[in-house]
């Protein structure tokens, strides 16, 4: 299974009273989105099944990954890709999906962050990933502890 794991873009400041999933990405959060995943697309990423975390700026970062990348299908929202979400939840979801060749999953730090370390079965390894970074890991085999094997990481610098 190829996973790639995609930050949401850079989205606009927490408004006064408003809850932080509801904050919408910016302008230049959209560009900078759109030029990784357009490289991503040249290199041959093409995902059956889109996962997000259910705040807006991760949805319309997934919603920008399916556009560029001629993803046709429905994207799926999962409460395991909330910022503060744990990667053995992360995990367990991909498992359930286990017979999906491709799975990109758009979501937050500090979860994505601590799950790239998960899935290589790293865990003291530090991972910064960028606004609109996106990250390819992947898994030669679904058992209960996650072995996989990083490929790359896009960041908007190199886009």
Do not use: C
């Amino acid at each position: 299974m190829e996973l790639y794991l995609l930050r949401h873009g850079i989205a606009e400041d927490a408004r006064p009273g408003a809850s932080d999933s509801t904050r919408e990405l910016t302008a230049e959060g959209r560009e900078k989105t759109a030029a990784v995943l357009k490289l991503a697309r040249q290199g041959g990423v093409s995902p059956s099944l889109i996962l997000s975390s259910p705040y807006l700026r991760a949805h319309q970062t997934a919603k920008i990954a399916a556009q560029e990348l001629d993803h046709n299908e429905d994207l799926e929202f999962t409460d395991a890709l909330l910022p503060h979400g744990t990667p053995e939840k992360v995990w367990a979801e991909l498992r359930d999906r286990a017979d999906e060749p491709a799975i990109l999953l758009a979501s937050h730090e500090p979860l994505l962050g601590t799950l790239v370390a998960y899935l290589l079965n790293a865990p003291s390894l530090r991972i910064d990933m960028k606004k609109a970074a996106l990250v390819r890991i992947d898994m030669e085999s679904i058992r209960a502890v996650p072995h996989g094997v990083l490929r790359w990481m896009l960041v908007p610098k190199l886009a």
